[in-house]
């Protein structure tokens, strides 16, 4: 069975810096995105890249502070983390699906998440 699987999470202060992996055998061909679910409230979409790299997308709550990447040859997508808030702390989650888009249900396949604490 095709498995995402994350890794990277972790405690670290406001203002320092966090990189997420996903380990996504079999997904090459793949848009994927990162999505994340803060305690208390509905999962969110974070950012997605698409089967090639050549297109990525933010939520504006990340954007110009998160930058997500993949290597195909690795099977792997990225997320890197700077200027972390506490507002940022949240599960995260990589997800796969062959459509793209920044909901949830669009996405058919979902790693266990990772989690990331971030203290003021």
């Known amino acids: 069975q095709a498995r995402l699987v994350e890794s990277g999470g972790g405690l670290v202060q406001a203002g320092g810096s966090l990189r997420l992996s996903c380990a996504a055998p079999t997904f090459n061909s793949y848009t994927i995105a990162w999505f994340r679910r803060a305690q208390g409230k509905e999962r969110e979409f974070v950012a997605r890249?698409?089967?090639?790299?050549?297109?990525?997308y933010y939520a504006d709550s990340v954007k110009g502070r998160f930058t997500i990447s993949r290597d195909n040859a690795k099977s792997t997508v990225s997320l890197q983390m700077n200027s972390l808030k506490p507002e940022d702390t949240a599960v995260y989650y990589c997800a796969a699906d062959y459509r793209a888009g920044t909901s949830e249900i669009l996405y058919a396949y979902w790693g266990q998440g990772t989690q990331v604490t971030v203290s003021s």
């Open positions: 890249i698409s089967w090639s790299g050549s297109s990525t």
